[in-house]
């Protein structure tokens, strides 16, 4: 078992940035690979960015490429979700995953644990 804890999320306007971080608890992090998701209201689950177990080789949702930035510290047990120029179409609820396995990849099926998620709100 994984137990997973998004924080970081909150109002912003259009243009700034904000950080979320995903600590995790239970087995070992290191051995899985993470992803964010995110759910705007009405909408389906959407995938936002991915990372294997040893930080490397991050992927991106196209509507996020070049904005966000996904990295991990596996010795504090974090994943950290840098967003920057946020856009009002960012608004959604953002969860972090954890991986079935070290890789990590795009389908939320392929993913085992979940946080609870948390609120990121951009205004224009």
């Known amino acids: 078992q994984v137990q997973l804890v998004e924080s970081g999320g909150g109002l912003v306007e259009a243009g700034g940035s904000l950080r979320l971080s995903c600590t995790a608890s239970?087995?070992?992090?290191?051995?899985?690979?993470m992803g964010w998701f995110r759910q705007a209201s009405g909408k389906e689950r959407e995938f936002v960015a991915a990372?294997?177990?040893?930080?490397?080789?991050?992927y991106y949702g196209e509507s996020v490429k070049g904005r966000f930035t996904i990295s991990r510290n596996n010795a504090e047990n974090t994943l950290y979700l840098q967003m920057s120029s946020l856009k009002p179409e960012d608004t959604a609820v953002y969860y972090c995953?954890?991986?079935?396995?070290?890789?990590?990849?795009?389908?939320?099926?392929?993913?085992?644990?979940w946080g609870q998620g948390t609120q990121v709100t951009v205004s224009s």
């Open positions: 239970g087995r070992t992090f290191s051995m899985y690979g």
């Open positions: 990372i294997n177990w040893a930080g490397v080789s991050p």
């Open positions: 995953a954890a991986s079935r396995t070290p890789l990590a990849g795009i389908r939320s099926n392929e993913y085992a644990y």
